[in-house]
């Protein structure tokens, strides 16, 4: 079990580019959820899949992001027209039965928009 | 509304200390209280939960926390620290079964050798 794995690890971007990140989640798991942790914010949730369907995209901004689940094995995240606001560490997690009462996490993708 | 408070951002100790690291909560409705532990640059880690049952639970690596509903607090607790426990702390809660989580601001623990 190799963990939830999200690619790249950094990414930077330039200001108006498109950044797309991965999220690997662990086989079995139900449920994949996307955050976005700074300093200033903390912990903020972007959205939650489950069973690959989308339940819950209320902390995305609607404009330019969008998350996608195409299959049980891969999450994407991704950023239009990146704003220097959106750089931040995107955690992506996992969880066997659904709930957030036991997640997994990845090590994140540091995105750096200059 | 649901809020997940860890009032201190840092903590400094000594290795083979004892530490505290404090949470309360104000939430509505069953709870699960979490403890996550952030490692520098690397994702969050669970460390143990509480929904029912023994107010005291036992973790990973010697950690504890003890719930208490009067005091609406989860704090978390190790008897002697390593420098390895050096890292940021997330105290969390969710409802049973929910897919919401609310966090705390973690608090950032230095282990001295």
């Known amino acids: 079990n190799a963990g939830v794995i999200q690619t790249p690890r950094h990414k930077v971007t330039g200001k108006g580019q498109e950044a797309t990140l991965w999220c690997e989640p662990i086989?079995?798991?139900?449920?994949v959820f996307w955050y976005r942790q700074t300093i200033v914010q903390g912990l903020e949730f972007l959205t939650y899949?489950?069973?690959?369907?989308?339940?819950?995209d209320s902390g995305m901004p609607k404009e330019r992001f969008s998350a996608q689940m195409p299959n049980q094995s891969h999450s994407t995240l991704k950023i239009q027209s990146t704003q220097p606001q959106d750089s931040a560490v995107y955690l992506c997690?996992?969880?066997?039965?659904?709930?957030?009462?036991?997640?997994?996490f990845g090590s994140g993708t540091r995105l750096t928009v200059l | 509304t649901q809020t997940v408070s860890q009032s201190d951002a840092h903590v400094t100790v000594f290795e083979g200390d004892s530490v505290e690291l404090r949470c309360n909560y104000s939430y509505g409705g069953s709870i699960y209280l979490s403890w996550y532990i952030q490692h520098h640059g690397r994702g969050l880690q669970f460390l143990l939960k509480y929904y029912s049952g023994n107010p005291v639970v036992q973790g990973v690596n010697g950690f504890e926390a003890e719930f208490s509903k009067s005091d609406s607090s989860f704090h978390l607790r190790k008897a002697s620290v390593h420098w390895s426990d050096s890292a940021v702390y997330f105290c969390?809660?969710?409802?049973?079964?929910?897919?919401?989580?609310?966090f705390g601001s973690g608090t950032r623990l230095l282990v001295s050798p």
């Open positions: 899949f489950r069973n690959q369907a989308p339940i819950d």
């Open positions: 997690a996992s969880s066997s039965d659904g709930s957030a009462e036991t997640l997994y």
């Open positions: 086989s079995g798991h139900s449920a």
């Open positions: 969390a809660a969710s409802s049973r079964g929910g897919y919401k989580v609310v």
